[in-house]
């Protein structure tokens, strides 16, 4: 059963006890909302919240500024210093669960885990992007596999993107998958999800009657430049199209340019992060090379 046990006034002195924990204890309505937003992409847009696993990620979540609503703890086991100042820090509920409960919403396979976040989910907004003249952001368009969503959050990140967008019907960017290969880095940098092509290249249009001149590069293994030959230095939005079908008609309508990445052996194409990842690589090898 849930237990929330609220302390009376103190009688004895001029403190007062703080209030204790909730408690899960069982498979109860809180614990089937948490297990929702593990399996259940409408739950979690609904509820405005999902789940966030590991160390890594919530430090990150945390470090960024990210909104905790509850921070799920195994009933009863000492928490590290790291566990403690997480909950310290922020002002999240605590909820004590019962260990074989929290290992039911961990990582498969790695027991309880120490620490678990509900995060709040952040608004689809295309004003949390900086778009300056160094801008340099990549669209993932129609993505199925929520691993590929986290695996090229992950390279944007690291390649120095200034934000990630993905379009169309496509996998949730808060699927735990997603989240957890993205180890992290989507709490680093925008991620935004639009509902449409035309959502995007509506807002790329208003930055560039503001003066900055973005460029719209699509891929394609039939483009018309080799992606080293092409100036990625400036402010550019690169699309990915979907693991399957590759650029839609009207991603390929909106694109200033199309480029490809050559490749060879007995492969036919690459895998839709790992050819974003290397146009990110790319990127950014390319900028640095200017800024030296």
């Not at 924990?21 to 919240?49: D, I, M």
């Not at 935004?192 to 995007?200: L, N």
Request: net charge neutral; aromatic share 6%; with cysteine.
């Amino acid at each position: 059963m849930v237990g929330c046990h609220v302390s009376g006034p103190a009688t004895s002195g001029p403190r007062t006890r703080k209030a204790e924990p909730l408690k899960v204890t069982v498979r109860n309505a809180r614990f089937q909302q948490w297990e929702a937003l593990l399996t259940n992409r409408n739950k979690r847009q609904r509820a405005g919240a999902f789940l966030i696993q590991g160390v890594r990620p919530i430090t990150l979540a945390a470090a960024n500024g990210w909104r905790f609503e509850s921070l799920l703890r195994p009933e009863g086991r000492q928490l590290s210093e790291w566990a403690r100042g997480i909950i310290a820090d922020g002002a999240a509920e605590v909820v004590d669960v019962a260990p074989e409960l929290l290992a039911e919403l961990g990582e498969r396979g790695s027991g309880e885990p120490e620490l678990l976040a509900v995060g709040a989910i952040r608004p689809d907004d295309f004003d949390r992007i900086p778009c300056g003249t160094d801008f340099f952001g990549i669209v993932f368009d129609r993505p199925t596999s929520p691993g590929n969503v986290g695996t090229l959050i992950r390279s944007a990140d690291a390649f120095g993107a200034s934000a990630v967008v993905v379009t169309g019907h496509a996998a949730d960017i808060y699927d735990p998958k997603a989240v957890r290969a993205s180890t992290g880095s989507l709490f680093s940098l925008p991620v935004v999800r639009a509902r449409s092509t035309d959502e995007v290249a509506d807002w790329v249009r208003a930055r560039q009657r503001a003066g900055v001149p973005v460029r719209i590069v699509g891929t394609d293994e039939h483009g018309t430049a080799d992606i080293a030959d092409y100036d990625l230095t400036g402010p550019r939005l690169i699309v990915i199209g979907n693991e399957t079908s590759g650029l839609s008609a009207r991603w390929r309508d909106v694109c200033d340019d199309i480029v490809r990445i050559p490749i060879g052996g007995g492969a036919s194409s690459l895998n839709a992060a790992t050819a974003g990842s290397v146009l990110l690589y790319e990127a950014d090898r390319q900028r640095r090379i200017v800024q030296r």
